[in-house]
């Protein structure tokens, strides 16, 4: 309620995410940038921990791979910078499937393809759970 004046889109646009090492990091930072949009200055910092594993599944009769899993998991943290309170202690996380095609190139635009849209839910699923602490606080 209240749209971008409610205090749930005021919260969390008060939350800083600091950087995180490599592509997985850059992506899951950037789209919860986009989606918490921020409004004043920091009053929130959001400590993650990602862990992204790509496994090959699926045996073929040549002992070569024929399909993979890719998941990509987060811990996380929501900090009150003014007191220094852990607010939010959860994870996160989501899977893929990936054929393993002939392509080499055709498997690594997938794999690559996979962690986007992964870096996307996540990062969704620790707005939602952010957005829903920030209301209980209210």
Do not use: K
């Not at 919260?11 to 789209?31: C, H, I, K, S, T």
């Not at 949009?37 to 040549?62: I, M, S, W």
């Not at 998991?73 to 007191?83: E, F, G």
């Amino acid at each position: 309620s209240g749209g971008g004046q409610g205090g749930v889109a005021q919260g969390l646009g008060q939350v800083e995410v600091p950087g995180l090492p490599g592509r997985e990091g850059w992506l899951v930072r950037n789209a919860l940038l986009d989606r918490f949009g921020q409004t004043g200055a920091p009053r929130y910092r959001l400590d993650l921990v990602l862990d992204d594993e790509l496994e090959g599944l699926g045996l073929l009769t040549d002992d070569t791979i024929g399909r993979e899993r890719r998941t990509l998991r987060a811990r996380y943290q929501l900090v009150d910078t003014t007191s220094g309170t852990v607010l939010v202690d959860a994870t996160a996380g989501a899977d893929a499937g990936i054929d393993v095609v002939s392509s080499e190139y055709a498997t690594i635009a997938a794999e690559q393809t996979a962690l986007e849209n992964l870096a996307q839910e996540v990062a969704d699923q620790i707005v939602l759970r952010l957005a829903r602490s920030l209301r209980e606080q209210q």
